[in-house]
């Protein structure tokens, strides 16, 4: 079965310092990942997605980068946060297509606060 | 592109009784509907889905029902018990293609009261 790891968990960072969020997966090959941002009380935001390694899309133009180094590692980052970037930030992943099956899972998260 | 609407925002329901959850779509190509639970502090979790070739799935005290002529599809929890408190999500995707992305509703605060 997948295992979706996030680092870190919690994350406390000044205004205009940069960011760097890892989700790696373990279990799977060649999955689909995904970044989400759920602000407090609010509903999921996709950021970004990849179906393959160097392969990102973005769905929502920021101050965010997203980009997959290897298969089963994705990477959220910032030259420099905002006050807006505080939230929870989830990876998730689902097998490609073509399986049998078809669901997302997520990671734990990062709990990020920017001051 | 998707647009998933979810509604209620809220809903208070007593211990024993029925709760339901409703989503609208808008991409006749979504085929794909599953739903999330998501308790204080954590990450969602899948609690059951729905593929468009049936109309009715269920697990237990939850059933999922869809109809793809309308455009929509529900969450049937039966007997509430005070551990189904959180908040609901419904989402929807194409099964095959585009990334599989999922589209969000905008969830459901569910809170079951003894």
């Known amino acids: 079965s997948q295992t979706i790891h996030q680092w870190p968990a919690t994350l406390v960072q000044p205004v205009g310092s940069p960011l760097s969020l890892e989700c790696t997966v373990e279990g799977t090959s060649n999955p689909n990942l995904y970044w989400y941002r759920q602000a407090a009380g609010r509903g999921l935001q996709l950021l970004f997605y990849?179906?393959?390694?160097?392969?990102i899309s973005s769905e929502v133009p920021q101050n965010l980068s997203a980009s997959r180094p290897q298969d089963r590692q994705f990477i959220l980052s910032s030259k420099k946060l905002l006050l807006s970037d505080s939230g929870f930030y989830l990876c998730?992943?689902?097998?490609?297509?073509?399986?049998?099956?078809?669901?997302?899972?997520f990671g734990p998260g990062t709990r990020l606060t920017v001051l | 592109g998707e647009n998933v609407e979810q509604h209620p925002s809220t809903l208070s329901v007593q211990e024993g009784d029925s709760a339901v959850i409703k989503c609208t779509y808008s991409d006749s190509a979504s085929n794909y509907f599953p739903w999330y639970k998501q308790e204080l502090g954590k990450r969602p979790q899948l609690i059951i889905d729905?593929?468009?070739?049936?109309g009715e799935k269920k697990d237990q005290r939850i059933a999922v029902t869809l109809n793809k002529t309308a455009k929509h599809f529900s969450l049937h929890i039966t007997e509430t018990q005070p551990e189904d408190s959180a908040v609901y999500f419904c989402a929807a995707s194409p099964f095959t293609g585009g990334g599989n992305k999922l589209t969000f509703g905008t969830g459901t605060q569910l809170k079951v009261e003894l």
């Open positions: 990849s179906v393959g390694i160097g392969q």
């Open positions: 998730a992943c689902i097998r490609p297509s073509g399986s049998a099956v078809n669901e997302q899972f």
């Open positions: 729905i593929r468009s070739n049936v």
